[in-house]
């Protein structure tokens, strides 16, 4: 079996490649000219093609002759709102519509899209599922609606899975990592006076989910959230960073949901003078924000028997030690 893994370089597509290697796949790994190969294994059975989404030609080299596409390459930072719908929505329809037309024998094409796509929670007691409507908050968010509808629109021409993680954390992650490291110097940011929860999902997990569902026919033409069976709060998050990491105590910092907001807006117009964006934007802030990102896991559990292989406290462990191990701390 040979498949596509586009985002092979980065944090979510390293851990697939890893994995379909695992499980003996030929992998073509799609990555931009001059990009950073160090998650890439060098590996027998991976081929390093350089492409351009936008390029009908180097799209169709690409996908010639693969059984599955795993599509993970995407954009999260961008100071123009127009760039997160030309490289999450419009190259993920790029791609899916090469593959209809020039993939034969082909079996499925795996999209990784976004909780974000769904938006926030009501409540805690109305985690998103997949059959509710969908209400993104932030350009991001909508980008990645976009991109599920555009694959939406082809069923009955191209088989697929739609895969929505919330939070990801694990080795090789530089977003979450930044609180990481905070707490490992003993500062505990919250946003909001009131508890926030979220779901969370361990890369491990994730990829073996993602790698998994195809084996399944009822997850055909379907959408999953994929995430751990629990809600967690900051003030549980900060007492296991605290303890994985040994420490005695942290400080707790509790910054108001318009501060946050605003803090985002300003970090925008100062880094625009040079021409630049901050990673931590206004719609970032909207995302803090938000009192609950949680989303359910029973349809994942039901079509396919999704279970997670690590508990919180032991995949947050396997983060830290991997992080100190690489020197990132």
Not at 58 to 66: G, P, T, Y
Not at 277 to 282: A, G, R, T, V
Request: hydrophobic share 35%; glycine share 6%.
């Amino acid at each position: 079996m040979k498949a596509l893994v586009t985002g092979s370089t980065g944090f979510i597509g390293s851990h697939i490649t890893d994995k379909l290697i695992e499980k003996g796949f030929q992998i073509r790994c799609l990555i931009r000219r001059g990009s950073n190969t160090r998650w890439i294994p060098k590996h027998k059975n991976v081929e390093i093609y350089e492409g351009d989404f936008f390029n009908a030609e180097s799209l169709r080299s690409a996908v010639e002759d693969v059984n599955y596409v795993f599509h993970s390459a995407g954009l999260n930072f961008s100071k123009n709102k127009s760039d997160y719908h030309n490289v999450n929505t419009l190259a993920t329809k790029a791609l899916a519509e090469t593959v209809i037309k020039y993939s034969s024998n082909f079996e499925r094409f795996v999209y990784i899209g976004s909780l974000t796509a769904s938006g926030p929670s009501s409540s805690l007691t109305n985690p998103k599922t997949e059959d509710m409507e969908r209400n993104p908050v932030t350009a991001y968010g909508l980008s990645k609606k976009n991109a599920e509808d555009e694959i939406i629109k082809l069923t009955g021409k191209l088989p697929f899975t739609i895969i929505k993680p919330p939070a990801v954390y694990g080795p090789r992650d530089t977003a979450i990592f930044e609180i990481i490291r905070m707490m490992h110097y003993g500062f505990a940011v919250h946003i909001g006076f009131n508890d926030k929860y979220i779901s969370v999902i361990f890369v491990e997990d994730l990829a073996n989910a993602v790698t998994d569902i195809i084996n399944y026919e009822k997850t055909l033409n379907q959408s999953y959230f994929i995430a751990d069976d629990n809600y967690y709060n900051w003030n549980y998050i900060s007492d296991v960073f605290k303890k994985v990491m040994n420490k005695s105590f942290y400080i707790k910092l509790k910054v108001p949901d318009s501060l946050t907001k605003g803090i985002g807006k300003s970090l925008e117009n100062i880094y625009a003078i040079f021409g630049k964006h901050p990673k931590f934007d206004y719609d970032k802030g909207l995302d803090f924000t938000q009192q609950y990102w949680t989303c359910s896991v029973e349809k994942a559990k039901n079509d396919f028997g999704f279970r997670t292989r690590y508990s919180f406290e032991e995949s947050m462990k396997i983060t830290y030690d991997w992080y100190k191990q690489n020197k990132w701390i």
